[in-house]
């Protein structure tokens, strides 16, 4: 039995990045949207007719950056139980702790490997369709 | 019918336009504006006046004041209004004062300073050696994200990134630079796009990467 | 930059998968506006349409020409109304106006102490033949329940000073009425000799028009505070990127502390300015300039 597939939004300013994180989230079985900066994300999230069922969210982009846009994501009462994995660069570990104080549930250093962010993504949201990986 | 009831024509209340205040004193109330819209006031205007770009340029210190500045404040209102400021000046100085910025421990400053080099653009390409012979991966993405905006019109910020992809030890550095391409590249780039895909097999995403940049910068009949 | 080809190479007649998807990434991170699959031959033909009349002979110059040699954004424009449909008429996207009386007039009026007897003031920049300034007034008259308790001013302003005279006339074609509902044409317009509508005379008067220039700070200087909502639409999607930093921060200057900015439906913040919160209400995303 299948359930509605589960909705993703790749917050990102690289066009390489979104793309391959698109058809990583795809393989997982969920349908993805884009955006190209926090402040994009946000519209989004926002004007979606269903919140996405998962955040992914780069730290660095212009117009507002990714712990700017996991704080107002979680200020807003529709988005903010949203689970969220941030990717970064940055390995220190004072990064991920601002990670977490931003509200992020997951903090992956890139670049990811599809395995691991398929299976982080299917373990916070959960995937509607069923895939045999 | 029920009319909209409005003022007379031509009776906006209009605020009073003040005399044009001197560079210094608008410098100094950067620093010490009492309130964030004295002090946003007093950078806009800085670049509100007609000259400002020559005049401020021809102060080579008004660039740092407001590099300063920027360090200082936290409103983000202000810092905008000074980045704007710094991005109408658009002068080495200014470009070096915001290049400084790549290295802060402020998510949101770093941003800025990034947009705003791409804004002032080939003038920032002064910056770029600099930022790259940063120890810091980060910092030389950063100065990636900045050339981006710019290294097709600079023969040598080409060569830059060709470098980058040849030798840069940081996977990350190399696929800022892939990225770059992606935009502005050309089939010149290739060579040195698939010299990266071949030093980093580890990778699954630079592989995915670089094939996608080289299959967009072929041009169509080259297929 | 170059006029048309004239360097006998053979035009540009087919885009390949790979590149239609480069540019329509770049206009993507441009101006926001994504197409789907299903657009991909409209996209194409028009982008075919756009290197042949610069003489682009692959879309990789004609990404370099737009990227770095198009200083005054002439090609960006072209660009730009190839790709949008771009007619102004009454009631152009609607569903502002009902955001306007649905969400923001009420939370700006129920902010206000009793005894707070400012204008609200609205601002259509840039106001064009007129259409916007005046679906404006009718929408607040027709819809806005509290209209009668609050002093309301208008004021549309554009660059050009030759639509503004046709703005003040207030004659318009059928293509420009048509989306309007017919007890609303009755009831503000009248029916010229030659079939044309006019905007009843008392309407005329309620709209204060006038010429300004956006990216001029002398001229935006007058209007600092001065408004609570301002539509800007579809005129910061031309701008480059200096230009349009420069115009949002009048922007923000022109607006209350708590006033709204609306866009056009296909232009967002989020390419243009960090300075305004995003808002969403339930008939539109709208921006504002936060209180303090």
Redo the contacts between chains.
């Keep these: 039995m299948t359930e509605p597939a589960k909705r993703a939004l790749v917050v990102d300013d690289a ?1 390489t990045v979104r793309m391959y994180h698109r058809g990583i989230l795809e393989g997982a079985g969920f349908v993805v949207e884009e ?3 926090g ?2 994300g ?2 989004r999230a ?2 979606a007719a269903e919140p996405p069922d998962l955040l992914l969210v780069d730290v660095n982009m212009p ?2 950056d990714g712990y700017a846009f996991l704080r ?1 994501v979680r200020a ?1 009462p529709a988005l903010c139980s949203i689970p969220a994995v941030m990717i970064s660069t940055e390995r220190e570990v004072a990064d991920a702790d601002r990670a977490f104080e931003a509200g992020a549930n997951l903090f992956l250093v890139k670049p990811v490997r599809p395995d691991v962010l398929g299976r982080c993504a299917r373990a916070l949201a959960g995937a509607g369709r069923d895939i045999s990986t | ?7 007379p ?2 009776d ?4 009073p ?1 003040a005399a044009p205040r001197p560079a210094a004193l608008l410098l100094a109330t950067l620093h010490a504006g009492a309130t ?1 819209a004295e002090r946003r006031e007093a950078a ?1 205007e800085l ?2 006046a007609p000259d400002a770009a020559r005049d401020l340029s021809a102060a080579p210190d008004a660039a740092r004041d407001l590099s300063a500045a920027l360090g200082q404040e936290t409103e ?2 202000v810092r ?2 000074i980045v ?1 400021t710094l ?2 000046i658009s002068t080495e100085e200014a470009a070096s004062g915001l290049a400084d910025f790549l290295m802060s421990d402020d998510p949101h400053l770093r941003n800025l300073a990034i947009e705003a080099l ?2 002032i653009g080939p003038v920032a390409g002064s910056q770029i050696e600099r930022l790259l012979a940063s120890s810091y991966p980060d910092v030389r993405i950063f100065a990636v994200n900045v050339l981006d905006a ?1 290294f ?2 600079r023969a040598q910020d080409r060569e830059r990134l060709h470098t980058l992809l040849q030798r840069d030890p940081d996977v990350n550095v190399g696929l800022a630079a892939v990225e770059a391409l ?3 590249g ?1 089939p010149e780039d290739i060579p040195a796009l698939r010299a990266f895909a071949a030093r980093f097999p580890e990778h699954p995403f630079v592989g995915f990467a670089v094939d996608m940049v080289c ?6 009949d080259a ?1 | 930059m170059s006029t048309l080809a004239s360097r006998g190479e053979a035009a ?1 007649s ?3 998968e ?2 239609s ?2 540019f329509q ?2 206009f ?2 441009k101006t ?1 506006i994504q197409f789907g699959p299903a657009k991909r031959y409209f996209v194409d033909r028009r982008l075919i349409e756009r290197m042949s009349a610069t003489g682009a002979d ?3 110059a004609y ?2 020409q737009l ?2 040699e198009d200083a005054g954004g002439q090609e960006l424009q072209h660009l730009i109304n190839a790709m949008t449909v771009n007619e102004t008429y009454f009631y152009r996207e609607e569903y502002q106006f009902r955001c306007l009386v649905n969400s923001i007039l009420p939370e700006l009026t129920a902010m206000r102490a009793p005894e707070d007897r400012r ?1 609200l003031r609205l601002w259509s920049l840039p106001c064009s033949t007129g259409e916007e300034p005046y679906s404006l ?1 009718i929408q ?2 027709e819809n806005w329940p509290a ?2 308790r ?6 549309a302003s554009d660059i050009d000073t030759s639509v503004i005279a046709r703005a003040r006339a207030g004659l318009y074609e059928d293509r420009s009425v048509q989306y309007l509902p017919a007890s609303v044409k009755a ?1 503000y317009f009248t029916r010229t000799t030659d079939g044309r509508w006019r905007i009843v005379d ?2 005329r ?2 709209v ?1 028009f006038g010429p300004i220039n956006l990216s001029d ?2 001229d935006m ?6 408004f609570d909502v301002i539509f800007c639409r579809n005129l910061l999607i031309y701008f480059d ?2 230009s349009s ?2 115009a949002a ?1 009048a922007i ?2 022109a607006l209350r502390p708590g006033g709204f900015v609306c866009l056009g439906h296909s232009e ?4 243009i ?3 305004f919160t ?1 808002r ?1 209400f339930p008939d539109a ?1 709208v921006y504002q300039r ?1 209180e ?1």
């Design positions: 066009t955006a190209m900066n402040m994009e946000l519209e926002l004007s117009r507002m107002a807003e | 019918m029920a009319l909209l009831k409005t003022s024509n031509g906006m209340p209009s605020a336009v964030a806009l670049a509100a983000l209102s905008e209004a704007t991005v109408v791409r804004e710019f097709y019109r992606s935009q502005a050309g299959l967009r910068v072929m041009p169509g297929r | 540009v087919a885009i390949s790979a590149e998807l480069r990434d770049f993507y991170r926001g692959s879309l990789n990404l370099v990227r770095y204008p007034a607040l008259l209209v009668d609050y002093d309301v001013q208008i004021v009831r008392d309407l008067a309620s204060d700070p002398s200087r007058c209007h600092k505070g001065a990127e200096v930093r420069r921060e923000f200057d967002s913040m989020s390419r300015s960090s300075l995003v969403k995303i936060p303090s």
